[in-house]
């Protein structure tokens, strides 16, 4: 965390804010669907 410049909450905190944005994307099988640059469509399982 020194690099950045962050403490450990700021850390966990930025992890939490990740978690749940991911989440609002999640599909109701848990996958989410990510549009790459080039145009290629990927799918990403969640556990």
């Known amino acids: 965390m020194a690099a950045s410049g962050d403490n450990?909450?700021?850390a966990i905190n930025g992890a939490l804010r990740l978690a749940a944005t991911l989440?609002?994307?999640t599909?109701?099988?848990s996958?989410?669907?990510l549009l790459a640059p080039a145009g290629a469509t990927h799918i990403v399982?969640?556990?």
């Open 8 to 10: 450990k909450t700021d």
């Open 23 to 25: 989440l609002a994307y």
């Open 27 to 29: 599909r109701p099988d």
């Open 31 to 33: 996958t989410m669907h």
């Open 45 to 47: 399982h969640l556990p």
